[in-house]
Every structure is written in structure tokens, then in C-alpha cells.
């Protein structure tokens, strides 16, 4: 009986496996991924945690049959939850972390301050038996009102930091060209190939242009 129930047991595991899970995370505003992590939770228990790659890609190995919470997390920025990360989901998450001045929490004890998604289960036919008790499926029907208040909340800023981050994105081109205008002229007027009068004058101008851009910057500024 002990070693059926054994050989049950190493065949159960066997079964198992593995499956990938691919991340692909960046910041709204293109700063450095350098501090952060991403966790991995089952059933609020950490199993694993690892740096964030410089280009954001993340590839993980987790055990098949079994139901994940991943949290992706960087001081300064709002930490976002994927749930309900099994070997029939899609496995592939692109995560965009929006900025937030308060301080990261790795505790894990709220989601009242976390972006969160929900991985689709409505097609897993992992069998119960390979299940067993690991599951812990979080549906976004069942979020309390603080809950969908909060997430509401950061879906609103995220929203608006995104639009805002487009302006920018235009507005530092322009500035880029600027700039590069203003050292063509300074090249031309210290090799003599424009009169100093003109080259002063087309680099008020450009000194203008650039004034107002970063005047429009400072506004938009999150």
C-alpha cells in the first residue's frame, strides 16, 4: 500500500511538469528597469523572485497544474499583480508600470494600492487530481468596492500618465532637432560659412523654440 501510494506520488509529479511564462515589462515614463523584481506567488506564498532584465524580457519556468500570482514591483512606481497564472493560460503578460510616489511594499498583504489583470481560466482542463489544493483562483467579479474604487483609481492615472507621456515623447523629438539645429549654426559660425549677425539671430530663434518646449514639458511633468 506505502509503495503504491509512493509510486502514485513520483508518477503525479512526473505528470507535472513545467511550463514557461513570458513578461515583457517597461516603465510609462523609459526609465531604467534597474531595482526591480518580480514575484512569484502561490496562494500568498512566495515560491520565487527575481530581478527584472535590463530590456524588461523575463522568461520563467513554473510547475504545471498549479495556479500563480505574479507582482511585478519597482520603488516609485505602482506595483502590478497578474492572477490566476496557470499552464492553459495565455503566458504571455506585457506589464507597464505607472509612477506612484509612495514607497514599494513587498508584503503582499493589499492589493488596495496594486494595477492588477487577470489571466482567462474559463478553459482549463488541468485534472482535479493534478490540481489537488494548490488552487487559489481570484476572479475580478469577486474585488470588495474599496477594491474596484482603488483600482479604478490607478486605471485613472495610469490613463493619463500614458497620454501625457506621448506629449512628451513629441515634445523631447522636437527638442532633439533643436538642439542638433543649434550646433549646426554654432559649427557654421565658427567656421565662418554664415555672418555672425545671422548665426545670432538663428540661434535666438532656436533659443526661443526650445524656452517654450521645455515650458510645455514642465506642464505635463507626472
Do not use: C
Not at 191 to 197: A, M, Y
Not at 199 to 216: A, H, P, S
Amino acid at each position: 500500500m506505502l509503495f503504491t501510494t509512493i509510486l502514485s506520488a513520483f508518477l503525479l509529479f512526473a505528470q507535472a511538469g513545467e511550463f514557461k511564462v513570458k513578461f515583457q515589462i517597461e516603465t510609462v515614463d523609459h526609465m531604467s528597469l534597474e531595482g526591480a523584481s518580480i514575484y512569484i506567488l502561490e496562494r500568498g506564498e512566495e515560491v520565487m523572485r527575481q530581478n527584472v532584465t535590463a530590456d524588461g524580457d523575463m522568461k520563467l519556468k513554473l510547475e504545471e497544474g498549479r495556479l500563480y500570482e505574479a507582482w511585478i514591483m519597482k520603488q516609485g512606481y505602482t506595483a502590478h499583480v497578474i492572477h490566476n497564472i496557470h499552464s492553459e493560460g495565455d503566458g504571455k503578460f506585457k506589464v507597464t508600470l505607472y509612477k506612484n510616489s509612495d514607497d514599494m511594499t513587498t508584503d503582499f498583504s493589499s492589493y488596495l494600492s496594486a494595477n492588477r489583470q487577470f489571466d482567462d481560466v474559463k478553459e482549463m482542463t488541468i485534472p482535479a487530481a493534478l490540481l489537488g489544493d494548490s488552487v487559489q483562483l481570484v476572479k475580478e467579479g469577486d474585488m470588495s468596492k474599496d477594491e474596484e474604487k482603488a483600482l479604478n483609481s490607478i486605471k485613472s492615472v495610469a490613463k493619463k500618465q500614458e497620454k501625457s507621456q506621448k506629449k512628451i515623447d513629441k515634445l523631447l523629438k522636437k527638442r532633439t532637432k533643436l538642439d542638433e539645429k543649434m550646433s549646426e549654426v554654432s559649427t557654421e559660425l565658427a567656421e565662418g560659412e554664415t555672418s555672425r549677425t545671422d548665426g545670432e539671430e538663428d540661434k535666438l530663434k532656436i533659443q526661443e523654440k526650445i524656452v517654450k518646449i521645455q515650458g510645455k514639458l514642465d506642464k505635463l511633468a507626472y
